[in-house]
T-cell receptor
Framework: TQLLEQSPQFLSIQEGENLTVYCNSS?????LQWYRQEPGEGPVLLVT?????EVKKLKRLTFQFGDARKDSSLHITAAQPGDTGLYLC?????????FGAGTILRVKS | DSGVTQTPKHLITATGQRVTLRCSPR?????VYWYQQSLDQGLQFLIQ???????AKGNILERFSAQQFPDLHSELNLSSLELGDSALYFC???????????FGPGTRLLVL
């Protein structure tokens, strides 16, 4: 059983559509990170959220940390083919970073 | 480019063999982390070293070991390899703790 559950596992959409990816847990995290990974490369950090209820924006990406610090969401507005990749959430749990299984996003032009 | 380097990029070997993966962290980073990524398990934390000392341990098998040297580069040793060890192995580094980790490009290991 994953400590962090991500949904959906796979998402295929058309360019210009909006989407939301979810990261849920029954555990409380002191911080939560979102990464994007492209084929053949390592994950790249997009954002870290620390405070419950926090919202951070990165261009067309909006990240939200749940009030109870148990869940997070990533919303992409007007998706583009360049957004294609594996999106991973990761929570700081003890001294370790625990990753969700990821959401594979494919944006078709 | 994250500043973290890993060698080799690809490795093909046979069951029962031993391999060593190498990682050089970003300049100034004291912590090195090793992760294994496979299709069925996702990205799994293996072990963390901080300034030469083991700091945290994850799902690392007894057949696997790691160390961090005085120049802060790290090696991950995998022995008695099994087919199921085939995976991508990532190294990441950070200044100290788990705040921002920078991942290397990974080593793709194939055990035949």
């Amino acid at each position: 059983t994953q400590l962090l559950e991500q949904s959906p596992q796979f998402l295929s959409i058309q360019e210009g559509e909006n989407l939301t990816v979810y990261c849920n847990s029954s555990s409380v995290f002191s911080s939560l990170q979102w990464y994007r990974q492209e084929p053949g490369e390592g994950p790249v950090l997009l954002v870290t959220v620390v405070t419950g209820g926090e919202v951070k924006k990165l261009k067309r990406l909006t990240f939200q940390f749940g009030d109870a610090r148990k869940d997070s969401s990533l919303h992409i507005t007007a998706a583009q083919p360049g957004d294609t990749g594996l999106y991973l959430c990761a929570g700081e749990y003890g001294n370790k970073l625990v990753f969700g299984a990821g959401t594979i996003l494919r944006v078709k032009s | 480019d994250s500043g973290v380097t890993q060698t080799p990029k690809h490795l093909i070997t046979a069951t029962g063999q031993r391999v060593t993966l190498r990682c050089s962290p970003r300049s100034g980073d004291l912590s090195v982390y090793w992760y294994q990524q496979s299709l069925d398990q996702g990205l799994q934390f293996l072990i963390q070293y901080y300034n030469g000392e083991e700091r945290a341990k994850g799902n690392i098998l007894e057949r696997f070991s790691a160390q961090q040297f005085p120049d802060l580069h790290s090696e991950l040793n995998l022995s008695s390899l099994e087919l199921g060890d085939s995976a991508l192995y990532f190294c990441a580094s950070s200044v100290a703790g788990t705040e921002t980790q920078y991942f290397g490009p990974g080593t793709r290991l194939l055990v035949l």
